[in-house]
């Protein structure tokens, strides 16, 4: 960055540097842009960060781990897969992030999501750092037992990196409750030791209450949050989803407790629709379908009243009140923002790590819509994380009534957090606040140590 220059000059400087050394990494960049932009006025107006380098320090992970995975599928059939584990920042604590196994993983998209992770984290006000990882491995289709040889060639190789002094990871998307227990079986194989290097674990073996559950719920919390503030009830509002995994599918039972008509769930082949709000008894019959028997959506069509699928379409055209991306990164573009501004939105949360475009957030900006981040709005699953991190050193286990308390009053010590960094007039920026909120904690532990 150019020292004494403006805050323009500053982020354009820095925004060149950082796409000449990560070039092709275009999610990271992403990432990293939206950042920046909000926290260059704050580097600008505070010295100490300009002559530490602060932010140039914190854009740059630790390390990056990369490792071969290879298995053998039921046929004896070898295959070979890439892994990685992205520890970005443990300026507050050790690496905590999830592990993500799906067909589109490279290091560009860990590296922006352990980016992004630092600060969500930061803001739970728990001491964890930022991380990532996983493979370019795809569980749909595989056998239990070609995912469990999978998961402990996988854990083979990273078992020596982490621990739970230095990096926690937890499940993701294609890494639920069954790849952690076959992760973590492998790793105490190996290490002949029980303790809490990993999250998301099932209960009978030091998992917690409220895990699966948690970053859908603390979306609603967040959302509720938000809504509140703006003299806005819950009750009522039209809401509409995307995605059809956890994430989503407890989002949505949250939202329909809380009173809201729920009027969308989607997955990658198209979407469903209820425009009188769908019933929790049928949202349970769509769990079952999509946690436990794989299906898809569309074997839904004609079999709940009142439901209509849709094939190959995206769910933003159904007019709604408050929309919450839960499926994957960039799902949510300009043109469908226009769509839903047009029909009436008030509010976006985001479920997933960074669903919306760049463009879709400046038109969202542009027209006053609420929108809660993903670093803030998403980042009830890592708090219940780290409270199972707690329960598992203290040996203990909280009901689940104990946990969803702290959950709520995690999303919304967040929601107030953003609110008092920049409460202006009335009107809070989230994605500046969430943004600024959580680069100060990092930025200020890594000060403390010098510079390493």
């Not at 949505?252 to 929790?280: F, M």
């Amino acid at each position: 960055m150019i020292e004494g220059a403006k805050p323009e000059r500053m982020l354009k400087a820095f925004m060149q540097g950082l796409e000449r050394r990560n070039a092709h990494e275009t999610e990271f960049i992403q990432s990293v842009a939206e950042l920046a932009r909000s926290v260059m006025p704050l580097v600008h107006a505070t010295p100490v960060y300009r002559q530490a380098r602060i932010l140039e320090r914190m854009t740059e992970p630790d390390r990056i781990i990369v490792f071969r995975v290879s298995w053998e599928d039921d046929s004896g059939n070898v295959h070979v897969n890439r892994a990685w584990r992205v520890q970005f920042n443990r300026a507050i604590g050790p690496y905590k992030g999830g592990l993500r196994f799906h067909k589109t993983v490279d290091q560009s998209v860990l590296k922006f999501l352990g980016f992004e992770q630092t600060f969500k984290n930061s803001l739970t006000g728990l001491p964890m750092g930022g991380g990532k990882g996983g493979a370019n491995f795809n569980p749909k289709g595989k056998t239990d037992r070609e995912v469990m040889r999978f998961c402990q060639s996988f854990m083979t190789e990273l078992f020596r990196h982490i621990g739970p002094d230095v990096d926690v990871p937890a499940g993701d998307i294609g890494v639920g409750g069954r790849e952690i227990g076959y992760l973590f079986g492998q790793y105490m194989r190996i290490t002949n030791e029980f303790e809490g290097v990993l999250t998301g674990k099932g209960l009978s073996y030091g998992g917690s209450a409220v895990r699966k559950e948690a970053t859908g719920y603390g979306a609603v919390y967040f959302l509720r949050n938000m809504l509140e503030r703006a003299d806005e009830p819950l009750q009522g509002k039209r809401v509409a989803i995307s995605g059809a995994g956890n994430v989503a599918l407890f989002a949505a039972e949250k939202a329909i407790r809380e009173g809201a008509k729920l009027v969308t769930l989607s997955d990658s082949h198209g979407h469903i629709r209820c425009e009188a709000g769908l019933p929790a008894e049928a949202l349970e019959d769509i769990k079952v379908l999509k946690l436990h028997s794989r299906g898809r959506l569309a074997e839904l069509d004609g079999h709940i009243g009142g439901v209509d699928y849709r094939d190959g379409e995206a769910p933003w055209g159904v007019p709604c009140d408050v929309a919450m991306p839960c499926a994957t990164q960039n799902e949510l573009d300009a043109e469908a923002a226009a769509t839903l501004v047009d029909n009436g939105l008030i509010a976006v949360v985001e479920g997933a790590n960074m669903p919306c475009t760049e463009d879709a957030v400046e038109h969202l900006r542009k027209h006053r819509v609420l929108f809660g981040p993903g670093k803030a709005a998403n980042a009830g699953g890592v708090a219940v994380s780290g409270l199972e991190q707690t329960q598992n050193v203290t040996r203990v286990s909280w009901s689940r009534k104990e946990v969803d308390r702290r959950l709520e009053e995690i999303m919304r010590e967040i929601h107030d957090k953003c609110t008092r960094e920049m409460e202006h007039d009335g009107d809070i920026d989230y994605i500046d606040a969430a943004n600024r909120a959580g680069f100060r904690k990092v930025a200020d532990a890594m000060l403390a140590y010098g510079v390493v």
